[in-house]
């Protein structure tokens, strides 16, 4: 995924940890909405909707975490 403040810069997604950790940081910060901005965001290296590089990864991690948020926040 890149980064938006500096486009050269690449963040590794770490076999999903990274954005899984971003969620879990979202889910303690006790706020009732989490925005996804990188949906589809394929050309920028950043989507979380299904791809044949990541498969479901990210799909099903937003899936599992918004589950969660929730059941926080029914």
Do not use: M
Not at 6 to 29: C, E, H, I, M, T
Not at 40 to 50: R, S, Y
Request: zero cysteines; aromatic letters at 12%.
């Amino acid at each position: 995924p890149g980064d938006p403040v500096n486009p050269k810069k690449f963040v590794d997604r770490n076999g999903g940890r990274v954005y899984n950790s971003a969620w879990k940081s979202a889910l303690r910060s006790g706020k009732r909405f989490v925005f996804v901005e990188s949906w589809n965001e394929f050309g920028e290296a950043t989507a979380v909707a299904p791809t044949l590089e990541h498969g479901t990864r990210e799909f099903l991690t937003t899936k599992i975490n918004s589950r969660d948020l929730h059941i926080r926040y029914p």
